[in-house]
C-alpha cells in the first residue's frame, strides 16, 4: 500500500473551505456600519416593505476593514469599466430598529 497524500493547494495559495454552519449566498440591500477604536461592525440587511431581517455580520480590525474598502473599490472599476456606470440606490430615508 502507498503512502499517499492528498493534493495540496498550488504553492503561494491557500485553500479555503466554507464552515458547515455558513449558509448560502444571501440577498443584502441595505447596510448598517459601525465602528469603535478597536473594530468595524458591517450588518447586511435584507428590507423589505416595513420589515427585514439581518443577512450577515462582520467584525473585523481597522487595517482589514481599509483592505475591503479598496478591494470593492477596484472591483466597482472594473466593473463600470466593462458594463458602464453605476448609478448609487437611493438611501433608506427611515430609521431602522431591531427586535430582540
Not at 1 to 26: F, H, L, V, Y
Request: charged residues 25%.
Amino acid at each position: 500500500m502507498t503512502n499517499q497524500k492528498p493534493p495540496s493547494a498550488p504553492a503561494g495559495r491557500q485553500e479555503i473551505k466554507i464552515a458547515d454552519n455558513i449558509p448560502g449566498a444571501e440577498y443584502a440591500n441595505a447596510m448598517q456600519a459601525n465602528h469603535n477604536k478597536d473594530e468595524f461592525q458591517i450588518m447586511f440587511l435584507n428590507i423589505m416593505g416595513a420589515s427585514g431581517k439581518v443577512t450577515g455580520k462582520i467584525i473585523t480590525n481597522p487595517g482589514h476593514f481599509k483592505r475591503m474598502i479598496a478591494a470593492m473599490a477596484d472591483n466597482l472599476k472594473k466593473y463600470e469599466e466593462k458594463f458602464g456606470e453605476v448609478k448609487e440606490s437611493a438611501s433608506l430615508d427611515k430609521e431602522i430598529g431591531f427586535k430582540g
